[in-house]
T-cell receptor
Framework: QQPVQSPQAVILREGEDAVINCSSSKALYSVHWYRQKHGEAPVFLMILLKGGEQKGHEKISASFNEKKQQSSLYLTASQLSYSGTYFCGTAGDSWGKFQFGAGTQVVVTP | DSGVTQTPKHLITATGQRVTLRCSPRSGDLSVYWYQQSLDQGLQFLIQYYNGEERAKGNILERFSAQQFPDLHSELNLSSLELGDSALYFC???????????????FGAGSRLTVL
């Protein structure tokens, strides 16, 4: 079953913050975050494996609450380069049937 | 260049036809995934192979089939094509064995299929 992402889209000014949420109805082994810029392939940002663990990529960080089966991606002090569609991906075990959420479109304006 | 090679980049064909999309995984990766992305839509998981064997299956239509060959390249066959099959088809690869980064995906540039 696909994870559920929210919001569908967010528009930010440079320097503003945003949070993207990802939740699953199934127990999760891992949560991945990817970013897809327009006309390009998705690119891996980070993976989270433990409850409460945070990872970071530039000024983008994420958390994973294993008990709640939720992950959040934090865009801090957004830059123009952060624009794109962010997907969370989840797997129920260490490998196999890796499903993505519907994506959150992020637009950062000057 | 991600290291994952997909061909062709673009394909235009008619309804009812059959096409084959090809993917060569990144060197060292044993697992190949196929995803379908329709216009401005999400990534729909189709199927995954690991070292030549089917590992997981998603919402793949019966008209579609795939396989992974001994040299680890994979092919996705789409037959009896319909207008709704028009989409961007991504192949991704991963190491595919146990460990933290076993299923971290590296995507190819995609094959854009247009069915007229």
């Amino acid at each position: 079953q696909q994870p559920v992402q929210s919001p569908q889209a967010v528009i930010l000014r440079e320097g503003e913050d945003a949070v993207i949420n990802c939740s699953s109805s199934k127990a999760l082994y891992s949560v991945h975050w990817y970013r897809q810029k327009h006309g390009e392939a998705p690119v891996f940002l980070m993976i989270l494996l433990k409850g409460g663990e945070q990872k970071g990529h530039e000024k983008i960080s994420a958390s994973f609450n294993e008990k709640k089966q939720q992950s959040s991606l934090y865009l801090t002090a957004s830059q123009l380069s952060y624009s794109g569609t962010y997907f969370c991906g989840t797997a129920g075990d260490s490998w196999g049937k890796f499903q993505f959420g519907a994506g959150t479109q992020v637009v950062v304006t000057p | 260049d991600s290291g994952v090679t997909q061909t062709p980049k673009h394909l235009i064909t008619a309804t009812g036809q059959r096409v084959t999309l090809r993917c060569s995984p990144r060197s060292g990766d044993l697992s190949v995934y196929w995803y379908q992305q329709s216009l401005d839509q999400g990534l729909q998981f189709l199927i995954q192979y690991y070292n030549g064997e089917e590992r997981a299956k998603g919402n793949i239509l019966e008209r579609f089939s795939a396989q992974q060959f001994p040299d680890l390249h994979s092919e996705l066959n789409l037959s009896s094509l319909e207008l709704g099959d028009s989409a961007l088809y991504f192949c991704a690869s991963s190491v595919g064995v146990g460990g933290v980064r076993a299923n971290v995906l590296t995507f190819g540039a995609g094959s854009r299929l247009t069915v007229l």
